[in-house]
């Protein structure tokens, strides 16, 4: 193996690895281009949805009756959500708005570890990790099927963000709040479908990194993992968000392996900010968000 | 009828311009700086002298800091910890490496160097703004965690990365003792919150709100909006590296990364939150309740006794801890620093309702 396919096989799992970066970025544009907040608990919420979910597998349930069971719970946090926190700061700033995720977040790491504990639990989804070669590229299976598992929910949001009532009335009220409202579009209803859109992908985002990592308190710092794919990516574009992420995937794999050995290694924490913020000094608004016009 | 400005002639601009214009308020915080510099240190125990009072001040001086760059000029920063971090191990190489070097002008030394490296993060928000900003002081956490925990001759090349503080002298006073440690502190902080008060007062002050309110709006008005975000961006990291060096030096015993995390960043933003955006006082008010909330939870749960197991209680802790900041977020978005504000107006019209 010569090192051109050595590197071809680290830009491919930079691709894979990308994808799960996606998904959980995923969630915060979702929110945050409906409703321009900021939602740090996207990471707690990831931590929620994987504990509920091994949680009612530990019950002796199936996956399927764990993971419906999960959403339902995922769902409801969503309504609840927006019922005790979002409604009664419609209206504030954003810089609010974004101290009060931070303090939903922190609520919600206790409650989920004081519902379910805090010991670290195993999550099998019986997808083998074993690499399987492909044109004598070796490639993880579980990565594999990690990217296939994004690109159907990518596919399920855009069908539903298209297709749907619900979907136009949100993109809706991304464009414009106060005309949306005009129009009779619910506000309270559609933050409610948002957040439970975002508590969908936190389960899916917890499920793949669940198993990677091990159901534990620190998935919710996959969050910290998502922000530079967030701002690479421009926060209010989902194209952005999967473009991004790739990039990040990929250029963060390439760094650990040929950068990482000058500079005495653990580059991962920092890198992809690094990169991130390069590429704002030339494009301000990240490469897909939309540049916004200042008026006075 | 107690807080009247009424009545109050000036006859200088000495007095126009005073920091506290009413007589009341100007013999409060003399009485209040008397009493936290002359009586406090003799009556108050080793506990709460050293772990209540001395963290409360320190932690009071970095929300300064954070509230010059977040609450006054509007950028949003998530680094504060990182740039605590930065006084901190610059101060302990000052201190140890230029033993000669009174600790005062060492702190001052620390302040700038932290105060630099917050004007070069600075230089992003030029071209930034608004949530961006906030993800790119994030980027400079986790780099100036890394630097320092990378680099051996910052840590003066110990193994464990972890530098044990020696004991500040000046003119061969050793401050070792609590009191001593907290009088230190007090003054420190009460000098720079002076300072951090008037500055906000002169024109480059108003120029950062002015940034603040409206970046565009500033900028068509003459205001040099590239100058106010880089002096918001220097002051902060300046109040946040003195604020590192003496929780280092005086609260911790040591420089150690762990002390200047992510959660720092955020406990100190919380504070500013809390407190009050674009408040002194606040600042005080948002640390003392930050400080004092996991104490008196903790108090709180000793009632239950036995009932509650240790896992069960820190869960709890962090569940209350939440809720109570997004219940104040609704309640009073604008902070501790308002409910002062209110009281004043109660007082003024007392016993009248209007």
């Known amino acids: ?84 926190v979002l409604r009664p700061l419609v209206g504030q700033d954003h810089m609010i708005l974004f101290m009060a995720t931070i303090g939903l977040s922190i609520f919600l790491e206790g409650f989920a570890q004081l519902i379910w504990g805090t010991k670290v639990r195993g999550l099998d989804l019986g997808i083998s990790d074993e690499p399987i070669e492909i044109g004598g590229i070796l490639i993880s299976q579980f990565d594999l099927s990690a990217a296939a598992m994004a690109a159907v929910l990518v596919a399920v949001l855009s069908a539903f963000f298209s297709y749907t009532k619900v979907g136009r009335a949100l993109r809706a009220v991304a464009d414009d709040t106060q005309a949306a409202q005009v129009a009779g579009v619910p506000l309270g209803f559609i933050w409610a479908v948002v957040w439970g859109a975002a508590g969908f992908i936190a389960l899916v985002a917890g499920l793949v990194w669940g198993a990677r990592l091990g159901v534990q308190f620190a998935l919710t710092l996959v969050a910290l993992k998502a922000l530079p794919v967030m701002i690479l990516g421009g ?3 989902i194209a952005g968000a999967i473009v991004a992420g790739l990039v990040i995937g990929v250029s963060e794999k390439l760094a650990e392996i040929y950068l990482g050995p000058f500079v005495g290694g653990g580059i991962e924490n920092w890198f992809p900010y690094a990169l991130a913020i390069a590429v704002l000094l030339i494009r301000p608004a990240g490469l897909f968000g939309a540049a916004r016009i200042a008026r006075v | 009828m107690f807080h009247r400005d009424a009545g109050a002639l000036k006859t200088s601009y000495g007095e126009e311009q005073a920091i506290f214009p009413v007589a009341l308020d100007r013999w409060a915080v003399v009485a209040l700086m008397a009493v936290g510099a002359l009586v406090v240190p003799f009556v108050a125990g080793p506990y709460w002298l050293g772990s209540i009072l ?46 000669w070097l009174p600790f005062p002008v060492s702190f001052v030394l620390a302040g700038m160097v932290a105060g630099a490296v917050g004007l070069a993060f600075g230089l992003l928000s030029l071209r930034i703004r608004g949530f961006y900003v906030a993800v790119a002081t994030l980027a400079a956490q986790f780099f100036i965690e890394w630097i320092c925990t990378h680099i051996p001759w910052l840590v003066l090349n110990t193994p464990s990365g972890v530098v044990s503080t ?22 420190t902080v009460v000098a720079l919150a002076f300072v ?136 009073e978005p604008s902070g501790l620093a ?17």
């Open chain 1, 1 to 84: 193996m010569g090192d051109f396919s050595f590197f071809i096989e680290v830009v491919v799992g930079g691709l894979l690895s990308g994808v799960m970066y996606t998904l959980v970025a995923l969630g915060f544009v979702l929110i945050f281009k409906a409703s321009g907040v900021f939602n740090f608990a996207q990471g707690a919420m990831v931590l929620f949805a994987a504990l509920t979910f091994v949680g009612f597998l530990e019950f002796g349930l199936p996956m399927w009756a764990a993971f419906l069971l999960a959403l339902a719970a995922m769902l409801a946090l969503a309504v609840a959500i927006e019922r005790t």
């Open chain 1, 235 to 237: 926060f209010n574009s």
């Open chain 2, 54 to 99: 001395l963290p409360c001040l320190i932690l009071s001086l970095a929300a300064i800091g954070l509230n010059i760059l977040t609450g006054y000029a509007g950028q949003l920063s998530l680094g504060s910890g990182a740039f605590m971090a930065v006084g901190a191990y610059a101060a302990v190489n000052l201190v140890i490496r230029l033993p």
């Open chain 2, 338 to 354: 308002r409910l002062a504000v209110k009281a004043k107006d109660r007082l003024r019209r007392w016993p009248l309702p209007y």
């Open chain 2, 166 to 187: 020696p004991t500040l002298f000046l003119f061969g006073f050793g401050f070792s003792s609590v009191p001593s440690r907290y009088l230190v502190a007090f003054v």
């Open chain 2, 196 to 331: 951090a008060k008037n500055l906000i007062r002169s024109s480059a002050g108003r120029a950062l709100m002015a940034v603040r309110d409206h970046e565009t709006a500033a900028e068509l008005t003459g205001v040099d909006t590239t100058r106010a975000k880089l002096t918001a961006f220097a002051v902060s990291g300046f109040y946040c590296g003195v604020a590192g060096a003496l929780w280092a030096f005086l609260y911790l015993g040591n420089v150690e990364i762990e002390a200047f995390s992510l959660h720092r960043s955020f406990q100190i933003l919380f504070m500013v939150i809390i407190g009050g955006l674009g408040s002194i006082l606040g600042s005080f008010l948002g640390a003392a309740f930050i400080v004092l909330l996991p104490v008196a939870i903790a108090n709180a749960a000793t009632l239950f006794g036995e009932a509650l197991k240790p896992d069960v209680l820190a869960n709890l802790e962090l569940m209350i801890f939440g809720a109570l900041i997004v219940a104040f977020l609704i309640i």
